[in-house]
């Protein structure tokens, strides 16, 4: 068995080019269609009390999204939903 000892030789570089035409024509970034959900109301740093209806806005796409309030899941949902704000604190919360 023969040894290369300086470098990989003449085959060993044909094997790395080949790799390294395969991994740029395999390995390229494929864009993926972003899912993109707004919400439409309420407004930010709206002050609002009672039963609060939390509309969405999303692509085409998107089939539904959960919705979260303060970190605390709330529902799933296409359409608006309703947040009971008498259940929470007063004082600023995040809906997401």
Known sequence: MRVFKDGYGFVGLIVILLFGFLTLGLGAPT???AYEVKIAAPLSDSVVNGTV???????SSTSFANVYVDGVYLASTPN?????????ANGMHTIS
Do not use: F, G, P
């Open 53 to 59: 209806a939390i509309s969405l806005k999303m692509k």
């Open 80 to 88: 608006a939903i309703s947040w009971q704000t008498t259940d929470v």
């Open 31 to 33: 864009e993926a269609a």
